[in-house]
């Protein structure tokens, strides 16, 4: 389960302001951001410095609230001041139900497990299907629920039957202490820091369906969008591609709505088909004349009434939104992934090999960490070796 969308752009604007004040007071990065726009295109690695120096100066967020540089609402303010008690740690991202994702404390004793909603993505995309994973995160109170702060460290790791049912075992004694945590503080836990006095509330108390005075589109408008660009992409790779193009440009045009704010609603949509098709075709090398299909790039723009210039570039700002490059993975045509290195090449006890090659055990154990597609030695006329 996931924040609203109105929801989950209220905490990023306040989140936002927040980190930017402690990144003035502290000077942690150079990267400087002034709204949620600019925040969420700054590095990951600079805003989770930043907020680890907030969390680290936790008398920040007092100063924050008395100061009220963003000049937000009293009732805005209120829900800053609950950061007070975040969080901070490592946590088993141990189990998805339908009303949160369950993380279970890492380290602590007694150990506690909080019922977590997911911000723009639901977490099972952000983290993976293979749980248990061990992450490092900050987790936040917000409107009478939890959630992470939308920066999230992983660790390599994969746990062996033995962890598992230690896993078990401390999620069903932290079950019977404290039950599964949906607000912070709990009850009975005492805060990690002194609230300030409260900000007097304005007298009109806000409809809980928030309008904000910029006007953030709604996610109607969203999917209208989204339904009428693949609707061009559809068009486009029916009459120059094949299906397989289709869907992946389906997929990466609502990866591109599920960001929030969406940028597909600044620009032109011809832009957008056009750097989508681009992205794809890049990936799977379209303008190589050994490939079937087979197009030049530039006949893309053309298509779309867009210049060659304008194309490349938003190819570019989309290939470096997702971080997309060669030969990735998660953008190949299923045809072509037999003959994509990438896919194969894994280090093995500390060699790089192509897991083709190796025993099927190892190929299982690859594919069950979710590494690879399927399992070689299972396709016919694989290579896959049997010991």
């Known amino acids: 389960m996931n924040l609203t969308f109105d929801e989950g752009k209220l905490f990023y604007d306040l989140y936002a302001a927040l980190l930017s004040f402690a990144n003035r007071k502290l000077n942690v990065s150079s990267e400087q951001f002034s709204d949620s726009r600019e925040y969420t295109s700054t590095p990951p690695e600079a805003r989770a410095a930043i ?45 998805y139900l339908a009303k949160y994702t369950v993380f279970l404390s890492s380290g602590g004793s007694p150990n506690k497990a909080y019922g977590v909603l997911g911000l723009a993505d639901p977490l099972g995309e952000v983290i993976g299907p293979y749980l248990p994973r061990l ?14 702060d939308g920066l999230i460290s992983g660790y390599n790791i994969s746990f062996g039957g033995g962890i598992k049912r230690m896993l078990n075992d401390e999620y069903k004694q932290a079950k019977e202490a404290f039950g599964i945590i949906t607000s912070l503080p709990f009850e009975g836990e005492e805060p990690e ?36 660009l693949i609707e061009m992409t559809d068009s486009f790779c029916k009459e120059f591609l094949n299906e397989e193009y289709a869907e992946l440009c389906r997929k990466l045009a609502t990866a591109l ?46 298509a779309f009434g867009v210049a060659e210039s304008t194309g490349q570039g938003k190819s570019k700002a989309i290939r470096t939104m997702f971080r997309i490059r060669n030969f990735d993975p998660k953008w190949t045509l299923p045809s072509r992934m037999d003959d994509n290195p990438v896919v194969w090449m894994l280090e093995v006890s500390g060699f790089l090999m192509d897991i ?32």
């Open 51 to 95: 907020r680890d120096a907030l969390f680290a100066h936790r008398e920040l967020i007092d100063e924050f609230v008395r100061e009220n540089p963003a000049k937000l609402k009293a009732d805005e303010l209120e829900i800053v001041l609950t950061w007070n008690h975040a969080v901070v740690g490592k946590f088993y991202v141990f189990r």
């Open 135 to 148: 992450i490092q995160t900050v987790l936040l109170p917000f409107q009478g629920k939890i959630i992470y």
């Open 193 to 228: 820091a002194p609230l300030p006095d409260k900000p007097k509330k304005s007298k009109k108390r806000p409809q809980k369906a928030r309008t904000v005075v910029s006007g953030p589109a709604s996610p109607t408008e969203v999917q209208t969008v989204l339904a009428t």
């Open 257 to 302: 709505a599920r960001k929030r704010p969406s940028p597909l609603l600044q620009g032109r949509l011809e832009t957008w088909a056009c750097g989508i098709v681009r992205t794809i075709g890049w990936v799977n090398y379209l303008d190589d004349r050994s490939q079937k299909p087979h197009l030049k790039l530039p006949f893309i723009d053309r």
């Open 356 to 387: 083709r090659n190796a025993p099927r055990e190892l190929q299982e154990v690859a594919f069950e960490k979710g590494l690879i597609p399927y399992i070689p030695a299972d396709r016919s006329g694989a290579g896959g070796k049997e010991e």
